[in-house]
DNA sequence: GGTAGACCTGGACGC
DNA sequence: GCGTCCAGGTCTACC
C-alpha cells in the first residue's frame, strides 16, 4: 500500500533523515542505496509493520503492508509527525538570513530533527544519550528492543518497545540484561509512570506551557538534566535551549577560543544573539570540523 | 548558584 | 589475559 503525505515547503527529505543520530537507533533503518527510511512500528491495534519512507517532489511516499482505514490514519499520523511535516520555520530562515554560517539553511530546508513516533521513546533514547558513547547508546538501544520489542513477522526486527512492557520487567533485568547501567531506575520509574497514566508524555507534543515551564517538566524526569531536557525541547519544536554536551563544548572551543576549555555558559553566550532559535542555530551551524 | 564526587559501561592501552 | 584509565551527563551533598 502507498501513501502519500504532502509536506510544508521548503522541505528537503534527506535535511531531516540526516538531522541527528537517530537515524542509526533502531527500529530506524536507513538505506543510502535508495534513499528509504523504514522504521518497525507496533501500531495501536498491536499489529507491527515496517514502513517505508522515501523523498517526493513536495513531501514524501511511504510504503507498507495493506492497512484498513485506522491503521492507515494512524501511519500518516505518526509519519508526520516524525518528519515534521507541518513545521514552519520561515521566522528562523528570515531571522538569520544575512548569517554566513546559517546561509544554507532555508536553501536545505533545516530545522525539522528527526523524531520517533512518541515521545516516549524520544525521552527513553535520549536517556541513553546521557554519559556514554554513542557506540554504547546504540548497544543499549539494540539490547532493549531485543528484550522488550514485539517482533515482526517473517523477520529478525522489532518494534520499540511499549511503556508497558519495560514496566512489567524491573531495574534488575535492565541493569544485567539490557545492559544500561545506573540508567536502570531511571528507566524502569519512567515506563512504570506512563504505563500507570501518571505522566502523559505524549502530551507535550501539544502542550501550550511556555517553553521555560516544559522544560521544568521535562526535568523532573529522574535522567533527564539540562542536556537531555535541551534535546528533548528541540524534538518538540522548541528552540530556545541548546543541548550542551561535550561536542557542544568542543566545537564551540574550536570555532571561537581557539581550542581552549570552555564553559556551557561561554556556549550559551555564543548563541545568545539567536534567541527563540538558539537551538536552530546551534544544531545547524557550519561547524569547522577540520580541528575536531 | 557553584562545585566535587559517584554513578556504569566498554573500548583502548600497557604489561 | 588482566588491570588501569578514560569518556560521557545527571544527581546529590555540601558550601
Known sequence: MNLTLIARPPFNFLSVVQSHGWIQLAPFR????????????????????????TGSSNGVKVQTPSLN???????????????????DFSSFYKAVSKEP???TAKKFARGRVLRSPTFFEDVVKTILTTNTLWAATKRMNLNLIASFGDPLADSDSKAFPTPDRIAASNDKVLRETVRVG?????????AVRVASGELNLESYKTSSLPTLDLRKELMKIKGVGPYAAANLLMILGRHDFIPIDSWALKVVSNEWYRGKPVTPKQVEKRFEKWGEYKGLAYWFWDWDLKYS
Open 182 to 190: 545506573y540508567r536502570a531506575p531511571a528507566l524502569y520509574e519512567l
Open 101 to 103: 554560517k546559517l546561509r
Open 30 to 53: 536507513f538505506d543510502e542505496n535508495s534513499g528509504s527510511l523504514y522504521y518497525v512500528d507496533r501500531l495501536a491495534d498491536g499489529r507491527v509493520v515496517e514502513y517505508r519512507i
Open 69 to 87: 482505514k485506522s491503521e492507515r490514519n494512524e501511519v500518516k499520523e505518526k509519519v508526520s509527525w516524525m518528519l515534521g511535516l507541518d513545521q
